[in-house]
């Protein structure tokens, strides 16, 4: 049984760069019949970070150039790790501030885009 979901079936992201807010506004709508979970390191923190080493799930592209998102360790979670769950219908939101990016201008230039990649799953 497979209990990944996709973007475009289940859920969409609407992404708004707010150089007045300084960063980039979030909101995830669900599409899905079932409620589904994002684990904690796939949307971000109320601080605007996403736990990651390596490989970024969230980058900002801005023209030929990519501006990952800074590393950041949120800790390790063995069991019963907290996820966000989106019912059918629902919406949940998030923020990132530009300054959660390497190298990234304040305010980027026009046209960058954020792109982030969360792994959604059915809730057991």
């Known amino acids: 049984m497979d209990l990944a979901l996709q973007e475009g079936a289940d859920y969409h992201i609407e992404i708004v760069n707010d150089p007045q807010a300084g ?12 409620t589904f979970c994002l684990a904690n390191n ?3 923190s109320a601080g605007g970070w996403m ?11 801005s023209g030929d150039r990519r501006y990952p998102m800074i590393e950041h ?10 996820a966000a769950r989106v019912t059918p219908g629902q919406s949940i939101t ?10 990234l201008e304040t305010p980027p230039m026009e046209g960058a885009e954020l792109h982030i990649r969360p792994i959604a799953y059915r809730c057991r």
């Open 23 to 34: 960063g980039f506004r979030l909101e995830l709508v669900s599409s899905a019949s079932r």
């Open 42 to 44: 796939h949307w971000p």
């Open 51 to 61: 736990d990651h080493q390596g490989e970024p799930q969230v980058w900002v592209s």
């Open 73 to 82: 360790n949120m800790g390790y979670c063995m069991s019963d790790c907290p």
């Open 94 to 103: 998030a923020f990132i501030p530009y300054d959660r990016f390497v190298g």
